[in-house]
């Protein structure tokens, strides 16, 4: 069993307010990073600390940090979560709130921000939390205001929320111009998922070395394990490792899923004997446990028609491409087997032509669903039904 250092986690036991908070964390340090050069201290922090996006991008967030330039920056945090099977950034807002605000406000510090802006799914279990820490904050030198955004998959996406935040439309506008450049009104923006806005508060109390140290991540873990919910785990942890922690499996478990509804499927054989489980595929920190009893290639036309129903429907892959591969793959798993080539033609025709990266995302999961459940596909071509369901090879 691995040791967890105390001084690196972001999740407490129960909800802190501001004086637990404070207790656990220390004050907000924004004076030791005053003026012009304690924003370029604080950003090497950043920088040296190795901190990438925990919202799925895993882009270099020191390097975002430095590209806002301009006239009126903002920040936005991202505390949406729109993946079903990520469930910690709501997990954080509910229990540590004032460490999400304090990275906030660092960060808004970082790009010269005067005005910082959170957003949340409307009816997120997370709004009570964030209202009730905002309310508690009077020395905040820049204000934070909650955003309600339509719960819809895309309408999270970095693109979208700008979009959203400036016209009222929560749909992808593009990776050009990235928001850094002309964001919110035009402005310079920052945007940032409320994960690593935490971890950034953690870096600039800790320091860089320290934080590399003991670093810890959130990670979601759901499906067949006996205590599905959110697990604060050091970067190294395996997938057997990360069930064992959730309490063990349920069941025998035949794969699982890396990254989310955008992310890889993985037999467990391969999932064993990887290294380190988090941050091993693209897409959010996250740990679906499939068991020997489920189909595999069943759940994933599920996961794809609900991607395709959750699109923006405004570029070509998404108005077209992910219905038809949603209804390829739910026509596979009904015996269909004209619908095998189709699929495996139609898929790298999809990969990267869309106004945002939520149909490359579809296309890895169906991809990745091919490859690990290739004896499923067999048998629902030829027998019309799963070696799941009567206990084929497994």
């Known amino acids: 069993m691995t040791t967890f250092t105390p001084m690196a986690r972001a ?42 996006g925990r919202g799925g991008g895993g882009f270099p967030t020191a390097r975002k940090l430095a590209a806002v330039r301009g006239r009126r920056p903002i920040v936005v945090a991202n505390g949406c979560e729109g993946d079903p099977l990520s469930s910690k950034d709501r997990t954080l807002l509910g229990l540590a709130p004032h460490l999400v605000l304090d990275g906030i406000q660092l960060a808004a510090h970082a790009v010269a921000a005067t005005e910082a802006v959170l957003c949340l799914h409307e009816g997120s279990r997370a709004r009570a939390s964030v ?30 929320l700008v979009h959203y935040l400036t016209t009222g439309d929560a749909r992808p506008t593009g990776k050009e111009p990235r928001p850094a450049e002309r964001g919110v009104d035009r402005r310079p923006t920052l945007v940032d998922n409320v994960d690593t806005l935490a971890q950034l508060a953690l870096i600039a109390r800790q320091g860089a070395g320290t934080y590399r140290r003991t670093r810890m991540d959130l990670v979601t873990i759901n499906g067949a394990v006996r205590q599905a919910g959110v697990l604060e785990v050091p970067p190294e942890t395996t997938a057997a490792e990360l069930i064992g922690y959730a309490g063990g499996p349920a069941r025998p478990v035949q794969a699982v899923l890396m990254g989310g509804y955008g992310g890889t499927w993985l037999p467990w054989t391969a999932a064993t004997a990887a290294g380190p489980a988090v941050g091993a595929a693209p897409g959010i920190a996250s740990m679906h446990v499939l068991p020997a009893s489920a189909c595999g290639l069943a759940f994933t036309a599920k996961v794809l028609t609900h991607l395709a129903d959750e699109s923006a429907r405004q570029c070509g892959p998404c108005m ?7 209804a390829d793959l739910t026509g596979l798993v009904a015996g269909d087997r004209h619908t095998l080539g189709r699929l495996e033609r139609r ?16 296309v890895r999961l169906a991809a990745s669903a091919l490859r690990v459940f290739g ?13 799941a369901h009567y206990g084929g090879s497994r």
Do not use: K, M, W
Request: proline share 8%; charged share 25%; hydrophobic share 40%.
């Open 11 to 52: 999740l407490p036991a129960r909800r802190l307010g501001l004086a637990g908070h404070e207790q656990a964390h220390g004050v907000l340090p924004l004076a030791a990073f005053d003026g012009r050069e304690g924003r370029r201290r604080l950003i090497a922090e950043v920088t040296a600390a190795g901190l990438r």
């Open 375 to 387: 004896q499923d596909v067999t048998a629902h071509l030829r027998e019309r039904r799963c070696t």
């Open 131 to 160: 209202e009730g820490a905002l309310a508690e904050r009077r020395a905040d030198p820049v204000p934070v205001r909650i955003v309600d955004v339509p719960p819809r998959y895309v309408a999270s996406e970095e693109s979208a």
């Open 347 to 362: 898929l790298p025709l999809v990969t990267g032509r869309g106004a945002c990266a939520h149909p490359d995302g579809a």
């Open 320 to 326: 077209f491409g992910l219905p038809a591969i949603a």
